[in-house]
């Protein structure tokens, strides 16, 4: 493994407005994690403990309150706001529902060029070649490359926002429950084409989830949160046979 992370977080805090009110209300509280390149790690709890809210803050879609983000080494907080546009390209996320992730008004070969031009990657025929491409290695056949989103069904569409997610050759990825909109069977494939895209790429994973049976089977390690705070991280097999703590335990029995 690369001994510079790809991931650092330390004393991570974000206050968000409540709805109605408008008042501050704590999601993240003090969260230090830390995610090695070329390793995959489950983020689990349950609903509302801060788990995407966590993904966002890390990627700078929004502000954190305190605390540092480091990727790669860079400090995100020393970049302006060019710069970090510019580093977008190695953070990356697959969404819930990709669906809502996927502009309609896009053919999907176009969708996953797009990225690609915009980071000055590659661009025209070069850059529609490469999506092409990619898009076969994510499982779709090249005659489909030229349709429109909602001509796929649900797991094809999360597998063109995998391949536009990785169209810029990121080091992180964030899986935001990418599979839990999905049938069983679907799911299963698109775990698989997550975990090949991940081994051929050296690729630093954070996959969310509350599915622990998922966890299990794709993780090497899992951090559990609870109430915007990690209460118990480990090797998944050492948090899986052992748990230690009642929200671990709670998804344990949910996953049965």
Do not use: Y
């Not at 996953?112 to 590659?122: D, K, Q, R």
Request: with cysteine.
């Amino acid at each position: 493994m690369n001994h510079r992370p790809a991931l650092e977080i330390e004393g991570l805090q974000v206050d968000l407005p409540r709805a109605r009110t408008g008042h501050l209300t704590r999601i993240i509280d003090g969260v230090d994690l830390t995610v090695d390149t070329g390793e995959i790690v489950g983020l689990v709890g349950g609903s509302g403990c801060g788990k995407t809210t966590l993904a966002r803050a890390a990627l700078r879609l929004i502000t954190p309150t305190a605390g540092k983000i480091k990727i790669l080494g860079t400090d995100l907080s020393d970049l302006d706001r060019k710069s970090l546009r510019d580093f977008r390209r190695h953070m990356q996320m697959v969404f819930q529902d990709p669906a809502g992730s996927l502009n309609g008004r896009m053919r999907v070969s176009s969708l996953v060029a797009e990225p690609m031009i915009v980071h000055g990657i590659c661009k025209g025929p070069e850059a529609h070649e490469k999506a092409t491409s990619l898009l076969e290695t994510c499982g779709l056949a090249a005659e489909e490359c030229d349709k429109w989103p909602h001509q796929f069904s649900g797991g094809q569409k999360q597998r063109v926002a995998i391949a536009r997610a990785l169209a810029t050759e990121p080091s992180l990825l964030f899986c935001d429950e990418p599979t839990s909109s999905l049938d069983v069977s679907v799911q299963a494939r698109i775990l698989n084409l997550l975990r090949r895209l991940q081994q051929e790429r050296s690729l630093a994973m954070v996959f969310i989830t509350h599915d622990l049976s998922v966890a299990r089977w794709l993780c090497d390690r899992i951090i559990v949160m609870d109430q915007g705070r990690i209460v118990e991280e480990g090797k998944t097999e050492t948090i899986l046979n052992s748990p230690q703590h009642a929200m671990t335990k709670l998804l344990l029995e949910a996953a049965d």
